[in-house]
């Protein structure tokens, strides 16, 4: 089969597209033949070696997500999977034709969806989903703030939260993807400068019931000053560092908490735990037309994965890069 690989670390320049054999099944293990996969930021961290695949993954095949057509079944798992379009997240691996996966993990795509649509869905509205509504306890009229909007877990986490009924409250540095954000449900857009003081003044001082933040350390104090009573604070990303300086007398005196989230190091029931979350609140909301859309920015053959991955480290994106794999059968 073709894989793309990060043969050595660096740039986009150590992608290349190789032959592997096509992975071989354990117990609970499907085959899916791939038809699209989508292009992470963790992708980026591997590639450049700050981010290493777990053990039960390829080390050097990129890809968290895919959609596809299961093709091979393992020891323990239902053979009426057979044939059915699938899409899942994945330890790794995913920018090939095969990976074997987790059976527990796969979500049956929508009918109407088409591979591409539904690569733009696992990564990020299984991660956004799990943080809004496991960790953040998300209910309806709650406020919540989302940072980093305009990307794929971003606008994910827009359409979610206002699916549940939720007022959205959003930053991005783009005016543009401000304004596209709020077709997908957002709000509010607040300035990244200043958003812990113009939340507490669109709210009547009430803050922020979840936090939803990707940027880390530069926004780790604003971001406990943006919180309600009760209120929680949940770590996805850590994109401007890991090292941050808070006030902890607000936690104290609001009785908040914070929680950091990583779905990729997770077990394979705890995957498979979020992927059927997820699953069970998007049914009948997830499609065109419907509550919740997967956003595409940019549509790459597999063999452009290099040029894939400059556009994501321009932060031009808006919604998810998505990699055509197999043409076949569509």
Not at 67 to 72: C, L, P
């Amino acid at each position: 089969m073709l894989a793309v690989i990060a043969d050595g670390v660096g740039g986009p320049e150590v992608l290349k597209v190789v032959e592997r054999p096509v992975p071989s099944l354990g117990t609970g293990d499907a085959l899916v033949r791939v038809k699209a996969t989508a292009i992470n930021r963790a992708d980026i961290l591997q590639r450049m070696g700050m981010y290493p695949a777990p053990p039960d993954a390829p080390a050097d095949i990129l890809g968290l997500e895919y959609a596809g057509v299961v093709e091979a079944v393992g020891d323990g798992v239902d053979r009426s999977w057979l044939g059915q379009r699938v899409m899942g997240i994945a330890g790794g691996g995913t920018y090939a034709q095969f990976v074997a996966v987790s059976a527990g993990t796969m979500m049956r795509i929508p009918d109407a969806m088409d591979f591409a649509h539904a690569a733009a869905v696992p990564e990020a509205f299984v991660t956004a989903h799990d943080a809004l509504f496991t960790i953040g306890r998300c209910a309806a009229g709650h406020n919540v703030l989302i940072h980093a909007i305009g990307s794929g877990v971003g606008v994910a986490a827009v359409q979610l939260a206002r699916a549940a009924g939720a007022k959205v409250f959003g930053t991005t540095r783009s005016p543009e993807k401000a304004t596209r954000a709020r077709l997908y449900g957002l709000d509010v857009a607040l300035s990244p400068e200043h958003f812990d003081e113009e939340i507490r003044t669109q709210t009547d001082g009430h803050g922020a019931d979840v936090v939803v933040d990707f940027v880390g350390a530069t926004y780790l104090g604003r971001n406990v000053a943006s919180l309600a009573n009760h209120g929680t604070l949940v770590l996805v990303g850590l994109l401007s560092g890991a090292v941050g300086e808070v006030d902890l007398r607000l936690l104290l005196r609001r009785r908040a908490r914070m929680e950091g989230t990583v779905l990729r190091s997770r077990s394979r029931e705890e995957k498979a735990a979020a992927s059927h979350a997820f699953e069970d609140f998007a049914r009948g909301r997830l499609g065109e037309g419907l509550a919740l859309r997967p956003v595409i920015d940019s549509v790459y053959a597999l063999s452009e994965a290099v040029a894939a991955h400059k556009k994501m480290s321009s932060n031009e994106s808006f919604g998810k890069m998505i990699l055509r794999v197999d043409h076949a059968g569509e």
